[in-house]
């Protein structure tokens, strides 16, 4: 029943900066020097010291007698200038992103979604009217390709340099065009492109060997050797995945072309490493996306209805997997 208040003390430590105030000194401080450095002129050391002790409990912080709060690898996570969680924590835990979630009765009652129950319009619409959330939401993609590119990067890499010289990679749902990026600096041979929504090329900065194209997937999508997908079909219904994934066929070579997705893969009986974060991730799509889903095994062989016949899923040391079609 209380779990939110772990994620709103999390919101708070990034917010005051914590992890970086201790990490700037390079060794453990004291409640005093960390409240010495927070961005206020009276700061509650009361308040700070109980915030800290709940965060040193989740096994963020440690800490020793007499207090003083070390940085772990743990809390290296919130640091603001790194490859870390605290632009998704802005997100997840920012009003915009919250007021959904109040919703979910509604969802189940009346099977709507919550996102526009709450915004008056889907997640997209409301991205393209409002730059500061449109802004919001892409650092917090950035943040999570970056942890996610790593483990892709590692378990794929053999894909990816099998491909031809020459050969076009298209990341589509791409963001600002930062994980094609790393792809195509660590595969030179390969020539990028990202693929996004206008509002979202807008934004996007340039890369060596990427070029940025904007457009909805919709309707059609860029001609390619191969398309990357990062956590973009679970934000959809079924039907609305066959409609994608048929514009995907229409894009791809006919004997040699392929789909590289990077998704959750529900795995029964709570088996796999993050089973109970992709059930945590599939409610998460009933309060933020419209009709989307995590999906199983068994739902994923939906890919052939859309003129897929062959795909192998393989496990990486990250949430999703790799769905190669």
């Given at each position: 029943?209380l779990?939110?208040?772990?994620?709103?003390?999390?919101?708070?430590?990034?917010?005051?900066?914590?992890?970086?105030?201790i990490?700037?000194?390079?060794?453990?401080?004291?409640?005093?020097?960390?409240a010495?450095?927070?961005d206020?002129?009276?700061?509650?050391?009361?308040y700070?010291?109980?915030?800290?002790?709940?965060?040193?409990?989740?096994?963020?912080?440690?800490?020793?007698?007499?207090?003083?709060d070390?940085?772990?690898?743990?809390?290296?996570?919130?640091?603001?200038?790194?490859?870390?969680?605290s632009?998704?924590?802005?997100?997840?835990?920012?009003p915009?992103?919250?007021?959904?979630?109040?919703?979910?009765?509604?969802?189940?009652q009346?099977?709507?979604?919550?996102?526009?129950?709450?915004?008056?319009?889907?997640?997209?619409?409301?991205?393209?009217?409002?730059?500061?959330?449109?802004?919001?939401?892409?650092?917090?993609m950035?943040?999570?390709?970056?942890?996610?590119?790593k483990?892709?990067?590692s378990?794929?890499?053999?894909?990816?340099a099998?491909?031809?010289s020459?050969?076009?990679?298209?990341?589509?749902?791409?963001?600002t065009?930062?994980?094609?990026?790393?792809?195509?600096?660590?595969?030179?041979h390969i020539?990028?492109?990202?693929?996004?929504?206008?509002?979202?090329?807008?934004?996007a900065?340039?890369?060596?060997?990427?070029?940025?194209?904007?457009?909805?997937?919709?309707?059609?999508?860029?001609?390619?050797?191969?398309?990357?997908?990062?956590?973009v079909?679970?934000?959809?219904?079924?039907?609305?995945?066959?409609?994608?994934?048929k514009?995907?066929r229409?894009?791809?070579?006919?004997?040699?072309?392929?789909?590289?997705?990077?998704?959750?893969?529900?795995?029964p009986?709570?088996?796999?490493?993050?089973?109970?974060?992709?059930?945590?991730?599939?409610?998460?799509m009933?309060?933020?996306?419209?009709?989307?889903?995590?999906?199983?095994?068994?739902?994923?062989?939906?890919?052939q209805?859309?003129?897929?016949?062959?795909?192998?899923?393989?496990?990486?040391?990250?949430?999703?997997?790799?769905?190669?079609?």
């Amino acid at each position: 029943m209380l779990s939110f208040a772990e994620s709103m003390a999390l919101k708070c430590a990034v917010e005051l900066r914590i992890a970086d105030i201790i990490n700037s000194h390079g060794h453990p401080i004291t409640l005093q020097e960390i409240a010495a450095s927070i961005d206020s002129p009276s700061p509650d050391v009361d308040y700070l010291a109980r915030l800290m002790r709940l965060l040193v409990d989740k096994c963020i912080f440690t800490s020793s007698q007499p207090i003083a709060d070390d940085i772990k690898d743990s809390s290296k996570w919130l640091l603001k200038d790194s490859s870390s969680s605290s632009p998704s924590l802005a997100e997840i835990d920012h009003p915009w992103f919250m007021a959904p979630w109040h919703y979910l009765t509604k969802c189940v009652q009346e099977g709507s979604v919550a996102f526009t129950k709450a915004h008056g319009c889907d997640i997209w619409d409301f991205a393209a009217a409002n730059p500061e959330f449109n802004n919001l939401f892409n650092e917090s993609m950035a943040c999570t390709s970056k942890v996610v590119l790593k483990a892709l990067l590692s378990a794929y890499g053999e894909g990816f340099a099998g491909m031809g010289s020459g050969s076009v990679v298209v990341d589509v749902g791409g963001g600002t065009g930062m994980a094609v990026a790393e792809i195509v600096k660590t595969h030179p041979h390969i020539k990028g492109i990202n693929f996004d929504l206008p509002h979202v090329i807008d934004t996007a900065p340039q890369y060596p060997g990427v070029s940025h194209i904007a457009g909805d997937m919709f309707a059609s999508i860029p001609k390619a050797d191969a398309h990357i997908l990062r956590w973009v079909l679970h934000d959809w219904s079924d039907e609305n995945c066959i409609n994608i994934l048929k514009n995907f066929r229409k894009a791809l070579p006919e004997k040699n072309g392929k789909i590289i997705f990077v998704e959750v893969v529900l795995e029964p009986e709570g088996e796999g490493l993050f089973s109970e974060t992709g059930l945590v991730f599939d409610f998460l799509m009933i309060a933020l996306s419209s009709g989307g889903r995590e999906r199983t095994k068994i739902e994923w062989k939906k890919l052939q209805e859309a003129g897929f016949p062959r795909y192998k899923i393989i496990q990486i040391l990250a949430l999703p997997y790799i769905i190669e079609a």
